[in-house]
């Protein structure tokens, strides 16, 4: 059985930065990819970004990209989220988990394992 932990999350004010690790335990962790998801109250929960475990290659939703940097570090069984100039609107609870589809999906039926969440709060 997988199990993934997110933390990092924390409060900050706009403009700042936070870095959100997602650390994965278990002897069948073998991924296909790793995502970061989001979900603010009240909304769905939404993709933020992805990276393929073994090339590392990485895609972003738009709302994010250029201020966020997805990585992992395959020896840590461990992804992160890099967030620069972080927004009032990136506020919510983000999630890390795992893909077996091999074609690129930003879907959160495609996604499992899920961690608990770890909140980040931006404020002004």
């Known amino acids: 059985q997988v199990q993934l932990v997110e933390s990092g999350g924390g409060s900050v004010q706009t403009g700042g930065s936070l870095r959100l690790a997602c650390a994965a335990s278990?002897?069948?962790?073998?991924?296909?990819?790793m995502g970061w998801f989001r979900q603010a109250p009240g909304k769905e929960r939404e993709f933020v970004a992805r990276?393929?475990?073994?090339?590392?290659?990485?895609y972003y939703a738009d709302s994010v990209k250029g201020r966020f940097t997805i990585s992992r570090d395959n020896a840590k069984n461990t992804v992160y989220l890099q967030m620069n100039t972080l927004k009032s609107e990136d506020t919510a609870v983000y999630y890390c988990?795992?893909?077996?589809?091999?074609?690129?999906?930003?879907?959160?039926?495609?996604?499992?394992?899920w961690g608990q969440g770890t909140q980040v709060t931006v404020s002004s």
């Open positions: 990276v393929r475990w073994s090339s590392g290659s990485t």
């Open positions: 278990g002897r069948t962790f073998a991924p296909v990819a």
């Open positions: 988990a795992r893909t077996a589809v091999v074609v690129l999906t930003t879907q959160v039926k495609d996604y499992d394992n």
